[in-house]
């Protein structure tokens, strides 16, 4: 079964294996919280050369400083994912990321981020920005598709960035109320009177959320 965030990130881990994980943080930290920072954690890079374009714009620098700072900001935001390095300054975006996860996806920031562009440093500018996210889009996904392979090799279970999101997103929030950070979940924490409670609490306060849930 997929389970997905309240925004449609599709987590490809069955349900008694991810809630029994959830269980552990609740009723400190539900299961929404977990998946809202799944989301929080998974548009970091997002969120990061978004920033970097406004800061380049408003700068007005050249088309190539331009890409430089706005490509090797993603790629090392992508890095700081693909390894768990959530901390300064990675980490420091987590909070605005929240409010980015909310407003992203609609296509509003983009087209202004675009217009302001345009508007500071010309057509070249914009162009430059474009190429350098694209350019980093494929690093950053043939990177993954290298690691994907790497891990279902070693494990047998295929692990892509959605995932990871959420595996980073328990751990971030277990080490705020002193959790276990361990991913292994015995056979006693996968037995249903476990997580169903913390299942059944999303179900109640987010029907919508779960309606989405596949057995896929």
């Not at 959605?162 to 277990?174: N, Q, V």
Request: charged letters at 15%; hydrophobic letters at 55%.
């Amino acid at each position: 079964m997929a389970i997905y965030t309240p925004r449609g990130l599709k987590i490809r881990l069955p349900r008694e294996y991810a809630f029994a994980l959830m269980a552990r943080l609740f009723p400190r930290k539900d299961a929404f919280r977990v998946l809202q920072m799944t989301e929080e954690v998974d548009n970091l890079a997002s969120l990061a050369a978004f920033l970097a374009g406004v800061i380049v714009f408003v700068a007005r620098l050249n088309p190539l400083a331009v890409g430089l700072v706005v490509g090797l900001t993603c790629l090392s935001f992508n890095v700081a994912h693909l390894v768990g390095l959530f901390y300064p300054p990675f980490g420091l975006l987590l909070p605005l990321s929240r409010v980015y996860s909310w407003v992203s996806g609609y296509g509003i920031l983009l087209i202004s981020l675009l217009v302001l562009g345009f508007l500071t440093v010309g057509w070249q500018g914009v162009v430059a920005f474009l190429i350098a996210r694209i350019a980093a889009a494929c690093i950053a996904g043939a990177i993954d598709l290298v690691y994907g392979k790497f891990v279902f090799k070693k494990a047998g279970v295929a692990i892509t960035k959605s995932e990871r999101s959420f595996f980073h997103a328990y751990r971030l929030l277990a080490d705020q109320i002193g959790a276990t950070r361990s991913l292994e979940v015995p056979d006693e924490e996968m037995n249903p009177e476990n997580w169903m409670p913390v299942y059944l609490d999303l179900m109640t306060k987010w029907p919508v959320v779960v309606a989405r849930f596949t057995p896929d």
